[in-house]
């Protein structure tokens, strides 16, 4: 089991730019798939970005490609999420989530079915 602990938020004009880190305690690390995912108020949680166990996959919502980039550090066990370019509609609290792969040749990048979650660290893009 894997336990994720989310830092790195804060108030950020728009324009600026933010990294998130999610750190990763437990077993197994480097054999998850990872995603990060955020909720606005109000809202229902919705998918962000993903990275698959070995780096080579990365998957984004579309509002932010181009802006954010997933990635990791399995020897660090660490994922992050660098976002540039921050919008106010980015404002949110940005949770990561770990997902077991399953097997050794899956390596996609999954927008669903994560197992574990962090409790998440809040971003605030103001105008």
């Known amino acids: 089991q894997v336990q994720l602990v989310e830092s790195g938020g804060g108030l950020v004009q728009a324009g600026g730019s933010l990294t998130l880190s999610c750190a990763a305690s437990?077993?197994?690390?480097?054999?998850?798939?990872m995603g990060w995912f955020r909720q606005a108020p109000g809202k229902e949680r919705d998918f962000v970005a993903a990275?698959?166990?070995?780096?080579?996959?990365?998957d984004y919502e579309a509002s932010v490609q181009g802006r954010f980039t997933i990635s990791r550090d399995n020897a660090k066990n660490t994922v992050y999420l660098q976002m540039n370019s921050l919008k106010p509609e980015d404002t949110a609290v940005y949770s990561c989530?770990?997902?077991?792969?399953?097997?050794?040749?899956?390596?996609?990048?999954?927008?669903?079915?994560?197992?574990?979650w962090g409790q998440g660290t809040q971003v605030t893009v103001s105008s």
């Open positions: 437990g077993r197994g690390f480097s054999t998850y798939h």
């Open positions: 990275i698959s166990w070995s780096g080579r996959n990365t």
């Open positions: 989530a770990g997902r077991s792969r399953a097997t050794f040749f899956d390596d996609a990048a999954p927008r669903s079915g994560y197992e574990y």
